[in-house]
């Protein structure tokens, strides 16, 4: 009996241990099942989270100084969100610009033209390798001397003034005055500009005019040079200066989107082939809303999304 007894008491014993062992295998079972068949310890484990990788490297932007203030301030806005990229732009012109970017020197290259009107001939091929990216629209407007005695000229005169067939400035309805031409050089995307939609053709350079790589050279010396005619982009204008009309059309931002002011170019920031992964970070911020609406606009450049008219490396302008 005391047998007996024994044997029925281990046989309890060792059902209530396999029934236990049911309900935990049932229990991981379960949590296996409800987790897409993952265990109960991972279920129960942190989720890691892999942060992006900080954006990191050096950029080297060179050319048009009538888009260098933009690119500046951006740069500098970026620079601050992204400790570990540092931004350099320099000057030089969109003909320099564009050289560099297509030699590789630099690893943007600002312009105010298609790469396709300054890159030609022998440099056409290097031309086809770069990539546009288009992130403002610039108008150009002619600048005088406060003294000068004019509020605006026509295209003929100012075909006139810039060929040298008018050298005082009460030829064109101004004081008694000589006329000196504050110029670019050929390289500069902005006389590209001007003499594309301005005058409508080329120019050479007259005797006794003056050129200047910068434009911000270029306002310095007409507001103080007596008698002095240039032009400008409008991000560079004030009251140090006077800003002509163009065939009575102010060189307004409302005129140049409604396509009534027509000295005005897309400004371009290419890049040889597709840009490196810290290069496309900051031509992306480029376009943000933040600096389209804030940057672009506060300098006197158009978000090109704004223009009512467009323009194509030829110079046609149609309407939207």
Known sequence: MQFKKSWVMTLALTSVLALSACGNNNGTNNAATNNGGTNAGA????????????ISGSILASGSTALQPLVEMAAEKFMEANADVDIQVQGGGSGTGLTQVAEKQVDIGNSDVFAEEKLKDADAEK???LVDHQVAVVAIAAVSNPDAGVDGLTKQQLVDIFTGKVKNWSEVGGADQKIQIINRPGSSGTRATFESFALGQKTEDQGGSIQEDSSGTVKKLVGETPGAIGYLALSYLDDSIKVLTYDGVEPSVDNVIAGKYPVWAYEHMYTNGEPTEVVKAFLDFMMTEEVQTGEVVELGYIPASQMQVARDVEGNVTTK
């Open 43 to 54: 279920t129960n484990a942190p989720t890691e989270t892999t942060a992006p990788a900080a």
């Open 127 to 129: 031309a086809k390798a």
